[in-house]
């Protein structure tokens, strides 16, 4: 994770803040070492609401814009959305605050006619 960057718009006055992450990624099954890429996540809300930590392992939705600056063309890959996934996505699953309990075990005549049940003849 890389620092929060915060700003205002020249064009309409209004404030802004961005975050970019590295992602380690692997393109190909069995590929030995995880290749990187830059990402980012514009705009407040969204930042705080996928809550990206270091470690998280995540599913994301991206697109890569391409600007000019200068005479030179730079990309872009802007976060479109995220989905933690494997211990990151458990970590972040409310805790259930009920106790699941297990179904009542049937009468002893229902469990005789269930045996008879599964003979297989």
């Known amino acids: 994770m890389l620092p929060e960057q915060t700003g205002t718009s020249a064009r309409t006055g209004n404030s802004w803040k961005s975050q970019e992450f590295v992602l380690d990624y692997f393109w190909w099954p069995n590929q030995v070492f995880a290749s990187q890429m830059v990402l980012k996540m514009f705009g407040e809300d969204r930042i705080a609401q996928w809550n990206l930590q270091v470690n998280d392992e995540v ?3 991206y697109h890569i814009e391409a600007h000019e600056y200068q005479g030179r063309w730079f990309n872009e890959i802007r976060c479109d ?40 003849f």
């Not at 494997?86 to 049937?106: F, H, I, L, R």
Request: net charge negative; hydrophobic share 35%.
């Open 59 to 61: 599913k994301i939705r």
């Open 81 to 120: 959305g995220v989905e933690k996934i494997g211990a990151s996505a458990v970590a972040d699953e409310p805790q259930p605050t009920a106790k699941v309990e297990e179904p009542a075990a049937p009468a002893p005549e229902a469990q005789q006619q269930q045996k008879a049940d599964d003979l297989p």
